[in-house]
C-alpha cells in the first residue's frame, strides 16, 4: 500500500514593501551594540539626515564583550569611539549608551525606564530598532538564532514608545528628572526583520553606509579574514540587492513597521 503524504503548502508570494514614512522630522534608533545599526540601516539614515531630520543613536551597552582577544575594560572605549565615528559618516552627531553589560542584557521594567526616558527627552516621531524575534531570516523560513541582547532591546523598544506617553508608568521620570510624557511616537520600525512591511530607499546611503560600518575596524578585523573593504561592501549591497525584488527593483533597507 502506497504511503499517502499530505502537500506542502504552496509559498505564498511575498508583498510589495511599501515606503517608509516620510512626515516625521525627528528619530531615535535603539540598539543593543556598536555596528548594530550599522549592519541593519546606516543608508537609511544617511538620507534621512540629508533631507534635514534629525536622528539620534542609543545603545544599551558598549559592545565589550564583542572582541575575545580584548578584555572589556580595553575594548568597551574602543568600540565607543568607532560607534561615534561611525555614526558622523551618516550624519549623527548625538550617540548615547545606556552602559549595561554586552551579552546579559535582559528585558525588563529598568530596560523599559531607561528607554522611555531618552523617548521622552529626545521626543521622537520615529524610532528605529533591530530585530527582536527569535531568529534571523527569509520570511519563508530558516534562519539564525537571535541574541539576547538583540531580542530584550528590541523588545524593550516596542513596550518603552508606549511607555513613554503615560505618565502613570514610570511617574518618578516626570517627578526626579522633570521627563515630561511623550506620546508623540507615530510609528516604531525594526531592521532586520524577517516580515518587513516597508523599506527606504538605500541607493542615495549606500556607500557612506559602507563607509560608516566600515569605521567598526577593530570589531571587523577579528570577525572575518575577508578584506574588510570587500566583505564590508558584499554583506551590505547584497542585502539591499535583495530587497530590491519587492521594492521596484531599487535597492532598499527593510524595515517591519508598527504604527502607532
Same mark, same amino acid.
Given at each position: 500500500m502506497t504511503e499517502q503524504r499530505d502537500q506542502p503548502e504552496p509559498l505564498q508570494p511575498l508583498q510589495p514593501l511599501q515606503p517608509m514614512p516620510t512626515d516625521w522630522q525627528r528619530a531615535l534608533a535603539v540598539v543593543a551594540h556598536p555596528d548594530d545599526l550599522e549592519y541593519g540601516c546606516a543608508a537609511a539614515v544617511a538620507d534621512w539626515t540629508d533631507g534635514g531630520r534629525e536622528v539620534v543613536y542609543l545603545l544599551a551597552t558598549r559592545g565589550e564583550a564583542?572582541?575575545?582577544? =580584548?578584555?572589556?575594560?580595553d575594548c568597551a572605549p574602543l568600540r565607543e569611539a568607532e560607534q561615534r565615528a561611525s555614526a558622523a559618516v551618516v550624519g549623527v552627531s548625538e550617540v548615547e549608551f545606556l552602559d549595561y553589560r554586552d551579552g546579559v542584557v535582559e528585558y525588563g521594567l529598568g =530596560?523599559?525606564?531607561?528607554?522611555?526616558?531618552?523617548?521622552r527627552r529626545h521626543r521622537p516621531e520615529l524610532v528605529v530598532t533591530l530585530n527582536h524575534r527569535d531568529t534571523w531570516g527569509g520570511a519563508q523560513g530558516g534562519g539564525f538564532w537571535n541574541t539576547p541582547d538583540h531580542k530584550a532591546v528590541g523588545r524593550a523598544v516596542l513596550d518603552a514608545a508606549g511607555d513613554a506617553g503615560n505618565r502613570w508608568i514610570f511617574p518618578e521620570l516626570l517627578?526626579?528628572?522633570g521627563l515630561e510624557p511623550w506620546n508623540g511616537v507615530r510609528w516604531v520600525a525594526v531592521a532586520g526583520s524577517s516580515t518587513p512591511t516597508h523599506a527606504a530607499d538605500a541607493g542615495p546611503g549606500l556607500e557612506r553606509s559602507i563607509a560608516s560600518l566600515l569605521e567598526h575596524k577593530a570589531y571587523i578585523e577579528v570577525l572575518t579574514d575577508q578584506d574588510p573593504a570587500e566583505y564590508v561592501r558584499t554583506f551590505l549591497t547584497g542585502n539591499a540587492q535583495q530587497a530590491a525584488a519587492r521594492f521596484g527593483g531599487r535597492p532598499a533597507v527593510p524595515f517591519e513597521v508598527f504604527p502607532r
Open positions: 564583542g572582541i575575545d582577544t =580584548l578584555a572589556p575594560a =530596560l523599559r525606564r531607561d528607554i522611555a526616558a531618552a523617548i517627578t526626579e528628572q
